[in-house]
Nanobody, 115 residues
């Protein structure tokens, strides 16, 4: 099992930027698919972006062109660069790692978009 620790959440104004980080306890990027999920109050958790072990990325339509997922293999760290944020991006953001039946989650970090 791999441990994941998110950081970087906070309060940001609409139109602003924020970068989330997810530190993994060991080097897994060559094996695991890594993703960012979010859950807003009263809503189901949804996939925001993911990056496959080969580097291919996928994004939910609502964040395409605004968010970028990336990873630093040397630092065992996953990132989510959030630009042009909107109030509807407000949620708890979770880091996820999966490989077959192996799934790990971070504890989540709150992102609030408000003026």
């Amino acid at each position: 099992q791999v441990q994941l620790v998110e950081s970087g959440g906070g309060l940001v104004q609409p139109g602003g930027s924020l970068r989330l980080s997810c530190a993994a306890s060991r080097n897994i990027f060559g094996i695991y698919t890594m993703g960012w999920y979010r859950q807003a109050p009263g809503k189901q958790r949804e996939l925001v972006a993911e990056i496959m072990n080969g580097g291919r990325t996928n994004y939910v339509t609502s964040v395409k062109g605004r968010f970028t997922i990336s990873r630093d293999n040397a630092k065992n760290t996953l990132y989510l660069q959030m630009n042009s944020v909107k109030p509807e991006d407000t949620a708890v953001y979770y880091c996820n790692a999966r490989a077959g039946l192996l799934v790990s989650w971070g504890q989540g970090t709150q992102v609030t978009v408000s003026s």
